[in-house]
């Protein structure tokens, strides 16, 4: 990825911000459930408190990691059209001869078709190259190979 902050298309900005509101009203729900640390219970009921707690815990840590990445997102600069990054829309040429425009995004991009995530191995091969950059990357059948057609933002 690059140094600054990552940008994020508009359907994947909506998807977090659909997941975020759908965690909160889950944390709330959760957090609802909760005891005081007065109240006394058998050991079943000390479980049960236990997994409580430690679900919202999870949702705490993932709200977090949402609203950090939402506040990214929003500082982030639009996408380079000279070097692919996230939110770049990138022509490639595979060795069969075959061009595939695909997206840079991440999973809240999901329903996009032509999503490309940073952290599969073609994305990753992509990120930072160029206008007629070879990049290689590794598939289940073997390393494949494309060259870098075009770059959009």
């Known amino acids: ?6 940008p994020i298309s508009a359907d994947g ?4 911000r ?6 909160r009203a889950e944390r709330g729900a ?3 459930t909760l005891r005081d640390g007065d109240a006394v219970g058998d050991r079943a009921d000390e479980a049960d ?3 409580r707690a430690d679900e919202l815990d999870r949702l705490d840590r993932r709200i977090e990691a949402i609203e950090a990445r939402l506040g990214e997102a929003a ?3 639009a996408p380079s059209a000279v070097q692919v990054g996230m939110g770049s829309t990138v022509t490639v040429r595979f060795e069969d001869g075959g061009e595939s425009t695909v997206h840079l995004g991440e999973l809240a991009d999901a329903d996009d078709p032509a999503l490309v995530t940073s952290d599969s191995p073609l994305g990753s ?3 930072g190259r160029h206008a007629g950059d ?8 073997g390393p494949m190979s494309a060259v870098v057609v075009s770059v959009g933002g």
């Open 125 to 127: 091969a992509l990120l």
């Open 49 to 51: 408190e236990l997994r």
């Open 134 to 141: 070879k990049v290689t990357y590794r598939t289940p059948g």
């Open 30 to 32: 959760v957090a609802g």
């Open 75 to 77: 500082a982030a600069p």
């Open 1 to 6: 990825m690059t140094d600054g902050p990552e």
């Open 13 to 16: 900005f909506r998807a977090l």
């Open 18 to 23: 659909q997941e975020l509101a759908d965690l």
